[in-house]
């Protein structure tokens, strides 16, 4: 069944090409547009250019802009669901806020490109048919935002990007993909077993992310809490543990009603309360630290983020974390 489309470009790698010099940078006109009514698509396509950036340069604030343009396009025109081309720096994020903010069944699909459009095997057009075949997919609807490259299906809670250049970097660790696509199919072989989800409007103020390292102070920590931050991830060690040195910057800012989010900076794995010496998760959590099991640290910064700017307070920003 022929379905309508809204395809929407961000910039990114997928369509940057090399100068004479050997960099890579953003054209003045992004060379996927209008190049997809081309290739034989028989979906109707409403395609739009939300931005033309580098997706180091992307924010929060534009991820929400993204959000309210699917959320328009939505309400002015029926549409079956949604492409976004991004850059692969950024699109793990960009693709959790979407499915953190987003309160729709429709098929979002990110997809991105890690070799430029001029250069010799680039990935881009083919990623982009592909989340175009996954995003006009029945089988797509109510699984969340979705991540489609090198033909698998990740949904924006698990995937994240684990090398700098391969066109294969895109992974869900412990999860793996949810489907996979081949000449003929479009294939599921399972799904998300819950959503979080916030009604925002617009974005607050600014949410730290530092990573725990062996002899790490409270430096950073007071700092945060001075200079007017939110809130605090911190990407712990092993299963949820910080240096002892590092409990008074913590004590500090859960004292000033500031959240603090304990995620784990191991690949695999999830932070829990385990161990009971000082600065174990044990007692970080009885300190009133927060667990996020199994998000990354920029997952869990943007969750923090998002709860901070739905009004949440403390007790609602921790009842959000327990479901991961």
């Known amino acids: 069944m022929k379905k309508t489309l809204l395809l929407i470009h961000t910039g990114g790698t997928i369509s940057m090409t090399t100068d004479e010099a050997g960099a890579v940078s953003p054209a ?23 931005f033309n950036l580098p997706s180091p340069h992307i924010t929060p604030e534009h991820m929400l802009e993204l959000k309210k343009l699917i959320e328009k396009t939505a309400l002015e025109q029926t549409i079956d669901g949604v492409v976004i081309t991004h850059g692969t720096d950024t699109l793990e994020e960009t693709a959790f806020f979407l499915d953190l903010t987003l309160s ?20 881009g057009v083919h990623n982009v048919l592909t989340a175009i075949r996954v995003a006009s997919s029945d089988e797509s609807r109510d699984k969340g935002v979705l991540v489609v490259l090198n033909d698998e299906i ?7 990007k684990t090398h700098t250049s391969n066109v294969n970097t ?20 399972h799904a998300p077993l819950y959503r979080t989800h916030f009604r925002i409007d617009e974005i607050g103020r600014s949410v730290a992310l530092l990573k725990v390292y062996a002899g790490m102070d409270s430096e950073f920590l007071i700092h945060s809490a001075n200079a007017g931050y939110a809130g605090v ?6 299963q949820g543990n910080v240096p002892p040195s590092v409990l008074p910057g913590i004590r500090k800012l859960v004292a000033e009603r500031i959240p603090v ?3 784990s900076r191991c690949f695999n794995g999830i932070a829990q309360p385990v161990y009971g010496y000082e600065g174990g998760g044990r007692m970080l959590e009885e300190e009133g630290v927060i667990f996020a099991h199994g998000l990354s640290g ?6 923090l983020l998002i709860a901070i700017s739905a009004g949440l307070g403390m007790d609602g ?5 327990r479901g991961h």
Do not use: C, W
């Open 28 to 50: 003045l006109n992004n060379p996927l547009m209008g190049e997809i009514a081309k290739l034989g698509v028989l979906d109707d396509i409403i395609e739009i250019e939300a």
């Open 104 to 123: 729709t069944d429709m098929p979002v699909v990110l997809t991105g490109a890690m070799r430029s459009a001029d250069e010799i095997g680039s990935d």
């Open 154 to 160: 990740h949904t924006a809670q698990n995937v994240t």
């Open 170 to 189: 895109f992974q869900s660790p412990q999860y793996g993909p949810i489907g996979l696509v081949t000449k003929g199919h479009v294939h599921f072989h």
């Open 233 to 238: 991830v911190l990407e712990g060690l092993g």
């Open 261 to 263: 989010v304990l995620v």
């Open 298 to 303: 920029q997952k869990a910064r943007l969750q």
């Open 317 to 321: 920003i921790a009842e959000s974390f």
